[in-house]
């Protein structure tokens, strides 16, 4: 077994995996006469993949209690998933890099303020949601249509532990 502790999600560590949504250090601007502020482009929303269409839906995620076991990991060769906090509560994010055999190395854990989004790029390795503390809603924005756009692989049993302290 492997401990694996959770770290602030920025946008540089999180690089590799997509797309952190936030206002703090995005391009941003007046709009409506003013009474508007537009926090622009924030993610790359790819659902071009065999004839996808957007999808606006909202999950509800219940809570895990630390320490949480990473079993799995799912990802979408067909299109971008993002994610947006409702309840801005805090909440983490698990993804990994695949290796030689396309399958995914070990995860990186990430802690989301509750005032962060993630942004799934198309076949980035991550864990399905994981709230905390109490059951939380997200936006999410991915694809829907045709073909396969989900694909799981299990890790061996017990192999990675995450840590994380809820403030």
Known sequence: MKRLTARPLTREAFQPFGDVMETDGADHFAINNGTTERYHDLAGVDVSGEGGRPLISIFVGQPFKPPLEIKMMERHPLGSQ???????????VAVALSDDGDRPREPQIFIASGDQGVNYARNTWHHPLISLGAESRFLVVDRGGEGNNLQEVSYEAGAYIADVEIE
């Open 82 to 92: 993002a994610f947006m906090p409702l309840d801005r509560r805090p909440y983490l």
